[in-house]
């Protein structure tokens, strides 16, 4: 589980497409790491795109965006292809990654109750703390919120 103003959970996962990343090598850049259930759903895509758009304004304010979901690079590949995705997305097919970020919870739905990826982001500064963590995120403004988070992290 994370807290914050600890140290972030450091991983290696494969991204479709390219290298593998490593968190803890991406330093000194501010990271936006985001958590979503699945390719190509509503609100997954509806984040990709507008994580997407605004990808000019998190990269000049110093800030890399990283998507991650338990789907394969294979499904990442054409979920980026389809949509026109510009960041990069990562497949944690084991799950060990969510698990560390307390994001694999138990969810409802429908009466239905099924594990799955709570939608959640955390702000990691450049030295690798964890600044700001948004669970169970709405996407309506969220991004914005981001932005605003990255810039105040940016002046303090």
């Not at 589980?1 to 494969?14: N, S, V």
């Not at 990654?97 to 990826?117: A, D, S």
Request: proline share 3%.
């Amino acid at each position: 589980m994370t807290e914050i103003g600890q140290l972030a959970p450091d991983f290696t996962l494969p991204q479709d497409g390219g290298p593998d990343i490593t968190l803890s090598e991406l330093r000194p850049n501010l990271v936006v790491l985001y958590f979503y259930p699945r390719d190509d759903t509503s609100g997954c895509t509806k984040q990709a795109i507008g994580f997407t758009e605004e990808r000019a304004a998190f990269r000049d304010a110093g800030a890399t965006i990283i998507g991650v979901s338990r789907d394969t690079v294979q499904k990442h590949a054409k979920f980026r292809e389809k949509h026109g995705l510009g960041i990069a997305l990562l497949s944690d097919e084991d799950g060990q990654v969510c698990e560390n970020y307390g994001v694999w919870t138990e969810k409802q739905m429908y009466g239905r109750t099924f594990w799955g990826i709570e939608r959640s982001t955390f702000l990691i500064d450049g030295d690798g703390m964890l600044l700001r963590e948004w669970r169970k995120v709405k996407l309506k403004g969220h991004i914005e919120e981001v932005i605003a988070a990255i810039h105040a992290a940016r002046k303090g």
